[in-house]
């Protein structure tokens, strides 16, 4: 089945760690992307790629980090520098710059 | 700054109704428009997607039209079912590959 992975589903850090969350599409898709969604905000884009070992900074790129090292593959390292991490992470992926827009499932980190 | 606005924020409906839902952008210079489903806890699922030369998409029970000059979008639901129970969410896209979301309405479809 091609689709979206992201893991772990649910995380827990203590302050001061860095995380690092998982994402993997088998979509062939070139673009990828980002996003945070707290309650009452709607998606803010953190972080995007839309070629191989090139990234972009999205709205609230601060305290984030990403690599696009395979085509398939789009890390976020959520580092101790980000003030107020707790919250749900999407990742997105796409087939060229105007196409459909298409997201995993989720990955919900709480800082304890 | 692209601004996306979803109303009503929330709604709730008896099964069969055929319903509308909103969504209205303050820049009309756009590349297109998606309409997405959030059920709770989970990713969101692409339901329509429309360009910007396009007026309307068609999926099933599913209808989006578009405007641009007038900055709105709406998503049709014909005779809604209690699976239809969800979160819709439009975004917008316009230059540098940046989608602009709007907080969706919270639909409830009751039995």
């Known amino acids: 089945d091609g689709g979206i992975t992201q893991s772990p589903k649910y995380l827990f850090r203590k302050e001061g760690q860095n995380v690092t969350l998982s994402c993997e599409q088998n979509l062939n898709h070139d673009a990828m992307y980002w996003y945070r969604q707290d309650p009452g905000q709607g998606l803010r884009l953190i972080y995007y790629?839309?070629?191989?070992?090139?990234?972009q900074k999205g709205d609230i790129a601060e305290g984030y980090s990403v690599s696009r090292e395979k085509k398939e593959s789009f890390p976020l390292t959520v580092t101790s520098a980000q003030k107020n991490p707790t919250a749900f992470y999407l990742c997105?992926?796409?087939?060229?710059?105007?196409?459909?827009?298409?997201f995993g499932e989720g990955s919900r980190l709480t800082v304890l | 700054k692209q601004e996306v606005t979803q109303i009503p924020a929330a709604l709730s409906v008896p099964e069969g109704e055929n319903l509308v839902l909103n969504c209205s952008f303050t820049d009309s210079a756009i590349y297109n428009l998606q309409w997405f489903r959030q059920d709770p806890g989970k990713g969101l699922t692409s339901l329509l997607l429309i360009q910007s030369s396009q007026r309307e998409q068609t999926s099933g029970r599913l209808n989006a039209s578009l405007d641009k000059s007038s900055g709105r979008s709406t998503l049709y639901i014909a005779a809604s079912q209690p699976g239809d129970s969800a979160t819709y969410l439009c975004?917008?896209?316009?230059?540098?590959?940046?989608?602009?979301f709007g907080e969706g309405t919270q639909l409830t479809v009751n039995p």
């Open positions: 790629s839309q070629i191989v070992n090139d990234f």
């Open positions: 997105a992926s796409r087939t060229g710059v105007t196409g459909e827009l298409f």
């Open positions: 975004a917008v896209e316009t230059s540098g590959s940046r989608l602009t």
